[in-house]
């Protein structure tokens, strides 16, 4: 597997030092609760081991998007109580993130304790990289330790500029996210067959340009496949096309050749919504006034038969409307071929990531991101920011 090039917190003596780590806690809240920890529990490994080694740990992280101001629903209190539950250890929450009160808090810290800052965005400058304000939060700390793979590809003040202040390394799970993706574009194992779905294509042609470069075959659904079956003349009803991409589109079609594997039946429905009636048709056949919502089952066998033989799949986006239980079938029978594959499987975050879970799979997948928008443009082969400030080996 290709060395991982950057120091991390096992390459700095953390001892009796305050340490400032950057984790990704945007994680869905309901009724002040957290609803889904899975990324809480991604961090726990880096903040263990600091913990165990004897350092003051200051976590900060933003949620959500408040667009610089104080909104008490996107406080990271409720975090804070999930990740002292989860991880054994007691977490202090400030109310603020920088500030007078915050230095005193992180200069009284003992060692071995869990300091959580409040939500970074609620100041404008940190969504800006304000230098002064990625000062502020460097004042808190000695080492910088950048975890938060999924805010990586954003140049803000704490996961960017914070590392101009700071000796700045990876913790654990940048490692092993960068670690695992990196297996798509340096150490290739082939047949490498990567799944693109998802419903827009403008949104992933970089990505579809990259991974044709590196993968023998690309599968690709959900409604991006729309715009790909649209440029070849095909009738797709009241699909979901970007008559904006058709031309972009068909341009990558003439260039992939054989490398791109469209769908050749869908489940399309005459309304959107879960209870609408469906049919399985033929690509070429969809009717005026029907749309595909799901690719449908020869579609899911052929894309099975590629997935067989591969040993290594790279899956970003659903087959289709999988939030609908009527029109999750594909890309529920996707995730089990991936599941039953010999090969090394790596999901991109988000949505895959969600269809993952909703199937019940996770363990039998090698390494799901916690990134979406980080994990497409790392498999862009464009460089995050959030990674490029951390010092080399």
């Given at each position: 597997m290709a060395a991982f090039k950057k120091k991390t917190i096992r390459d700095v003596d953390v001892r009796g030092r305050r340490i400032l780590v950057r984790v990704d806690f945007n994680v869905p809240l309901k009724n002040g609760k957290v609803e889904d920890d899975t990324r809480i529990q991604a961090a726990l490994p880096t903040i263990q081991y600091l913990v165990r080694e004897g350092a003051a740990v200051i976590l900060c992280s933003h949620l959500g998007r408040p667009k610089g101001q104080r909104l008490p629903e996107l406080s990271l209190r409720p975090v804070a109580e999930r990740l002292s539950r989860l991880s054994g250890i007691p977490v202090t929450f400030v109310e603020d993130c920088i500030g007078p009160e915050i230095k005193e808090a992180a200069r009284k810290m003992g060692f071995s304790e869990v300091l959580l800052l409040e939500n970074t965005r609620f100041h404008p400058e940190e969504t800006k990289n304000d230098p002064n304000f990625a000062a502020e939060l460097a004042s808190l700390a000695e080492?910088?330790?950048?975890?938060?793979?999924?805010a990586a590809h954003r140049a803000h003040a704490s996961s960017e500029g914070v590392a101009h202040y700071l000796p700045a390394v990876a913790g654990f799970l940048m490692e092993k996210e960068l670690t695992f993706l990196?297996?798509?574009?340096?150490?290739?194992?082939?047949p490498f067959v990567a799944i693109l779905g998802g419903a827009k294509v403008s949104d992933k042609i970089g990505v579809v340009k990259s991974l044709l470069d590196r993968a023998d075959t690309l599968l690709m659904g959900g409604g991006m496949a729309?715009?790909?079956?649209?440029?070849?003349?095909?009738?797709?009803?009241?699909?979901?096309?970007?008559?904006?991409?058709?031309?972009?589109?068909?341009?990558?079609?003439?260039?992939?050749?054989?490398?791109?594997?469209?769908?050749?039946?869908?489940t399309i429905a005459d309304a959107f919504s879960d209870d609408a009636h469906q049919q399985i048709v033929p690509i070429t056949a969809v009717p005026d006034g029907w749309r595909i919502l799901d690719i449908g089952p020869e579609t899911v066998e052929k894309f099975s038969g590629f997935l067989k033989e591969a040993r290594l799949v790279v899956w970003n986006g659903p087959m289709g409307v999988f939030e609908f239980d009527s029109f999750a079938k594909g890309t529920h029978a996707i995730a089990q071929a991936i599941a039953d594959s010999d090969a090394v499987s790596i999901i991109g975050g988000g949505d895959s990531a969600a269809a993952i879970s909703k199937t019940g799979l996770v363990d039998q997948i090698d390494h799901i991101s916690t990134g979406g928008g980080a994990s497409l443009?790392?498999?862009e082969g464009k460089e995050l920011p959030g990674v490029a400030v951390l010092e080399d080996k």
């Open positions: 080492i910088y330790v950048n975890d938060a793979f999924g990196g297996r798509a574009l340096s150490d290739l194992e082939h729309n715009t790909f079956l649209a440029a070849q003349g095909l009738n797709m009803g009241e699909s979901l096309v970007e008559e904006d991409a058709i031309e972009v589109a068909s341009e990558i079609l003439k260039q992939a050749g054989d490398n791109l594997v469209l769908p050749i039946d869908a443009e790392f498999l």
